[in-house]
C-alpha cells in the first residue's frame, strides 16, 4: 500500500461539478490611452573601476611578484599564484576602500 492510497482512504475525494459560464456581451467604448512621459535617469558612473586602477598602480610592487607569478605558470610551473594575489588584492583594497566610500553618497 502506498502513501498516497493511504491517504486517501483517510480522506475522500471530492470532485467538482460543472459549472456552465455566463458571458454576457459587453459594448465596448473606446478607451483613450494616456502615455505618461517615463523620465529616464541616467546612471551614475561607478567610480570603482578608475578607483582600483589608481591603486593598483600604487600596490605596483606587489602587481610585478603577482605578474612574475602568472609568467612561471604559464611556462610549465606547477605552482599557484594565490598567495601573491591575495597580497596584491589586499594592499589594492586598502587604498580603495575609502576612496570608494567617499565617493558614495
Same mark, same amino acid.
Given at each position: 500500500?502506498?502513501?498516497? +492510497?493511504?491517504?486517501?482512504?483517510?480522506?475522500? !475525494?471530492?470532485?467538482? $461539478?460543472?459549472?456552465? #459560464?455566463?458571458?454576457?456581451?459587453?459594448?465596448?467604448?473606446?478607451?483613450?490611452?494616456? #502615455?505618461?512621459?517615463?523620465?529616464?535617469? $541616467?546612471?551614475?558612473?561607478?567610480?570603482?573601476?578608475?578607483?582600483?586602477?589608481?591603486?593598483?598602480?600604487?600596490?605596483?610592487?606587489?602587481?610585478?611578484?603577482? +605578474?612574475?607569478?602568472?609568467?612561471?605558470?604559464?611556462?610549465?610551473? &606547477?605552482?599557484?599564484?594565490? #598567495?601573491?594575489?591575495? &597580497?596584491?588584492? &589586499?594592499?589594492? +583594497?586598502?587604498?580603495?576602500?575609502?576612496?570608494?566610500?567617499?565617493? !558614495?553618497?
Amino acid at each position: 500500500m502506498g502513501l498516497s +492510497d493511504f491517504l486517501s482512504s483517510l480522506m475522500p !475525494t471530492v470532485y467538482a $461539478e460543472e459549472v456552465e #459560464e455566463v458571458v454576457e456581451e459587453v459594448e465596448a467604448e473606446p478607451v483613450e490611452v494616456v #502615455e505618461e512621459e517615463e523620465e529616464e535617469e $541616467e546612471e551614475p558612473e561607478d567610480p570603482k573601476e578608475a578607483i582600483m586602477e589608481e591603486c593598483a598602480q600604487e600596490c605596483s610592487s606587489l602587481k610585478k611578484h603577482l +605578474d612574475e607569478c602568472n609568467e612561471r605558470v604559464e611556462n610549465g610551473s &606547477h605552482e599557484n599564484c594565490i #598567495e601573491e594575489f591575495f &597580497h596584491f588584492m &589586499h594592499c589594492a +583594497d586598502e587604498c580603495a576602500a575609502p576612496k570608494i566610500f567617499a565617493a !558614495t553618497k
